[in-house]
Nanobody, 122 residues
Framework: QVQLVESGGRLVQAGGSLRLSCAAS????????MGWFRQAPGKDREFVAS????????TYADSVKGRFTISRDSAANTVYLQMNSLKPEDTAVYFC???????????????WGQGTQVTVSS
């Protein structure tokens, strides 16, 4: 069992940066792949980025590639999402997730946080 708590979301101007954190409980954190997803009002939840259990491989959605960076600190049981050059279309609730599969689909992840709101103003 893994419990996830996101933090770091806030209002930011376009072009700015944010770093989201996802703190995980449970001694098995390091064995899970981790992902970030987001959901804007009226839209489906979409994949943002994922990282494998070792931290040696990452995958990004085309919409964030080159702007966002996912990383993990297993000693701190935390996964991060560094977001640069933010755009208004990045506005959404951001969720972190843990799963046994290093994937890009929400159904591949077993555990979810409650989400943190990111709002990018133009």
């Amino acid at each position: 069992q893994v419990q996830l708590v996101e933090s770091g979301g806030r209002l930011v101007q376009a072009g700015g940066s944010l770093r989201l954190s996802c703190a995980a409980s449970g001694r098995t954190f390091s064995s899970y792949a981790m992902g970030w997803f987001r959901q804007a009002p009226g839209k489906d939840r979409e994949f943002v980025a994922s990282i494998n259990w070792r931290g040696s491989s990452t995958t990004y959605a085309d919409s964030v590639k080159g702007r966002f960076t996912i990383s993990r600190d297993s000693a701190a049981n935390t996964v991060y999402l560094q977001m640069n050059s933010l755009k208004p279309e990045d506005t959404a609730v951001y969720f972190c997730a843990a799963g046994n599969v290093y994937g890009t689909h929400a159904y591949e992840y077993n555990y979810w946080g409650q989400g943190t709101q990111v709002t990018v103003s133009s």
